[in-house]
């Protein structure tokens, strides 16, 4: 298998100085997922837990609906990249050349065709930013390289149970999705961290599993929090160590007062109240 980091030689300017020596860059490499013996996708990513890719990948997709419909998985190295070939249950090769985008309802996603996350337990801010700094040291392949993305996933009573690194954000989450649901984690439970921006497309895997919060480093598109708010996903982002800015569903933020004034009235004006306070509170200390 690939080795997920490799060394090379550059020359530095630095200071008026101009100096050389070796840099460790992370590696990326052609991912071909094929489905009972036809290609369904090719993603380029960091050749490293790949089983957890595959099946977070199909999860993700829609393509299954548990990993124990993936029968067989086999991670087949190639001269020019790496195919994981799985065979699916005969009841699921149907579902392979269609995604589940249908519309869900007046309470579900939408795009995505999910459910609304049920509200579950809050957190505190202080949880919140203690898991976002317990990330960094937990990034082998970034402490060397500087330059992957990590999705990761928190839980009061055990802190970061996983992470997975990917030079794809996309890639990070669906191997985090795969790894958990082979553990069979309740999603729901904890909080999913991003070391990346949050597209669209980040929200609805994250919809996928099942996640009622996200905390993100960057910011997140326009849509991405449209999408969050529709999926009743609490969609927290520019998390730093003085604190983070909530973007949708502040309710699972314990010690944001926001539950007084967002809850009563219209759904119009429910959506306004938040959309001001969240604003007010844009640096959560």
Not at 168 to 183: E, F
Request: hydrophobic letters at 45%; aromatic letters at 4%.
């Amino acid at each position: 298998m690939l080795n997920p980091i490799r060394t090379v030689n550059r020359q530095v300017w630095r200071d008026g100085r101009l100096s050389d020596g070796p840099r460790q860059i992370p590696e990326e490499t052609a991912l071909a997922l094929t489905y009972n013996g036809g290609t369904y996708a090719v993603m380029m990513g960091t050749p490293q837990n790949l089983r957890d890719f595959a099946v977070g990948f199909s999860l993700s997709e829609g393509i299954v609906g548990s990993p124990d419909d993936v029968t067989s998985l086999d991670i087949v190295e190639l001269d020019d990249g790496i195919e994981l070939r799985m065979w699916l249950a005969s009841s699921q090769a149907e579902r392979i050349n269609e995604r589940r985008r249908q519309i869900a309802g007046p309470t579900g996603c939408g795009i995505c065709g999910i459910d609304s996350i049920a509200k579950g337990r809050s957190f505190s801010p202080r949880e919140i930013m203690a898991a976002m700094a317990g990330i960094a040291p937990l990034q082998p392949i970034n402490i060397e390289t500087r330059a992957v993305h990590a999705a990761a996933f928190w839980t009061p009573a055990c802190g970061i149970v996983a992470l997975r690194e990917d030079v794809g954000r996309h890639n990070a989450l669906d191997k985090l999705a795969g790894a958990l649901a082979q553990q069979r984690i309740a999603v729901g439970d904890g909080m999913v961290l991003l070391t990346s921006r949050v597209s669209v497309e980040m929200v609805q895997k994250a919809a996928a599993m099942g996640a009622a919060l996200m905390i993100a480093v960057s910011a997140p598109t326009a849509l991405a929090v449209r999408m969050a708010d529709a999926a009743g996903i609490t969609l927290a982002a520019i998390a730093r160590s003085d604190g983070f800015e909530i973007f949708t569903h502040p309710e699972r933020v314990a010690a944001i007062a926001f539950s007084s004034e967002v809850g009563t009235g219209s759904r119009e004006e429910n959506a306004s109240k938040q959309e001001t306070n969240t604003r007010e509170v844009a640096h959560v200390a």
